[in-house]
């Protein structure tokens, strides 16, 4: 609604007055609210951060998990009928995948690394599948991070069946892998 108004027959400006709206104070949080929050985060840092803090494990972890996929596609391309082998660097902290296509290098992670000489036969330690998709042999790769956790890739040596475990596989020798 205009403010002013021409009226028609008189042709002189009437005023009208605009109800006024009361405008609300400026709102905000109080100290004592500020200081609760922070508080509140606090206790969720002191317990989230203790298990978030050491991403060595979740590096060893997803080194294994990506060693167990890759030993799975070997054994697939076996299957498929391609040429496959992979190859352990133990100590350059790599392993090579060598298919009839192509071949590729994948290095462990930062921090982690094997732990002495894998149980696969060979200079340097190696594997392949047959076109049943049977391993060369059985064996155990064993990963660690810096401050000594170690974990497990087991692979079974009729059926290729690949584990991954924090535990040493059964009838294990500590002293024979080194």
Not at 148 to 174: A, C, D, F, L, N
């Amino acid at each position: 609604m205009p403010l002013y108004e021409k009226d028609s027959a008189t042709t002189s400006a009437t005023t009208r007055t605009v109800p006024s709206v009361a405008v609300p104070a400026e709102e905000g949080f109080t100290l004592l609210e500020l200081l609760a929050v922070l508080a509140l985060l606090v206790v969720l840092a002191a317990v989230a951060l203790p298990r978030a803090g050491d991403l060595s494990r979740w590096r060893l972890e997803g080194a294994a998990r990506i060693l167990a996929g890759n030993l799975r596609l070997a054994r697939q391309e076996a299957i498929a009928g391609g040429y496959n082998k992979v190859v352990f660097y133990v100590y350059n902290n790599s392993y090579e995948l060598c298919f009839s296509q192509k071949n590729s290098t994948v290095e462990l992670p930062q921090g982690i690394s094997f732990e002495g000489l894998t149980t696969f036969p060979g200079k340097p330690p190696s594997l392949h599948f047959n076109m049943l998709g049977h391993p060369s042999s059985g064996g155990t790769v064993i990963l660690k991070t810096l401050g000594g956790e170690k974990i497990y890739i087991i692979m079974t040596p009729v059926t290729g069946r690949i584990r991954i475990s924090r535990e040493p596989p059964e009838h294990w020798q500590e002293d024979s892998n080194k």
